[in-house]
């Protein structure tokens, strides 16, 4: 069973509210990882991480920020929201030299 | 790492087995080909991994030609609960300075009954 949630699962929010999509594993998983993925098309990556203090951008640009100042947790922010923005945002981690990644639940944001 | 392709759709009638494909000419000696499967918009699922070698595990068959620039995933008996998006990934297992994991655009697999 994967060890790793994401909060909150559903949130509709106003334009222009700055949110912190939050995503913790309890597995001491070094990479991490944020994608955005709109229904029925492709998963894009938008964010990820090496460990504590590194974080890269993804192949998609998003106009959301992320930090990892603990392992286990790797929130993602958007400082206002717009439209734009809606879509179902997935967080995964993995072990360097394992096989598998773990996602979790997943966050459907709609921004109105 | 690799680029995968893989073909957009594929359909597999309900206890046949599944055959799905994956081209990645261009994979280095030390990379891994591995498989994950969404269904509906759940979080990808691990399915199976390998190097050069067949595998095989509770949930599937992978099998990597000789040269290594393709490989077939194979779902033996298909069911139902199979249908999903299935994505090939090639990428260096043991990497210390670390990677970006893309999934790219897989193929929709539909079984019916």
């Known amino acids: 069973e994967a060890d790793i949630y994401q909060t909150p699962r559903y949130l509709v929010i106003g334009t222009g509210k700055k949110i912190t999509l939050e995503c913790s594993q309890t597995?001491?998983?070094?990479?991490m990882y944020w994608y955005q993925q709109d229904p029925g098309m492709e998963l894009h990556l938008i964010h990820y991480?090496?460990?504590?203090?590194?974080?890269e951008k993804g192949d998609l640009s998003s106009e959301s920020t992320v930090s990892r100042i603990r392992t286990e947790h790797f929130p993602l922010t958007l400082e206002s929201a717009r439209p734009s923005h809606t879509s179902q945002y997935l967080c995964?981690?993995?072990?360097?030299?394992?096989?598998?990644?773990?996602f979790g639940q997943g966050t459907r944001l709609t921004v109105v | 790492d690799a680029k995968t392709t893989q073909p957009p759709s594929m359909d597999c009638a309900e206890g046949r087995a599944a055959n799905l494909p994956c081209n990645h000419s261009t994979i280095s000696g030390n990379e891994y080909v591995y498989w994950y499967r969404q269904i509906h918009s759940q979080g990808p699922q691990y399915i199976i991994h390998g190097l050069k070698n067949n595998e095989t595990n509770e949930m599937a068959s992978l099998i990597i030609t000789e040269d290594r620039k393709s490989s077939t995933l194979i779902l033996p008996h298909a069911t139902l609960r199979d249908t999903a998006v299935y994505y090939c990934?090639?990428?260096?297992?043991?990497?210390?300075?670390?990677?970006?994991?893309?999934f790219g655009k897989g193929t929709s697999l539909l079984v019916t009954p």
């Open positions: 990934i090639v990428r260096v297992a043991n990497s210390n300075s670390g990677y970006a994991l893309n």
């Open positions: 991480s090496y460990g504590v203090n590194s974080t």
């Open positions: 597995m001491g998983h070094d990479k």
């Open positions: 995964a981690s993995i072990k360097t030299g394992w096989a598998e990644a773990f």
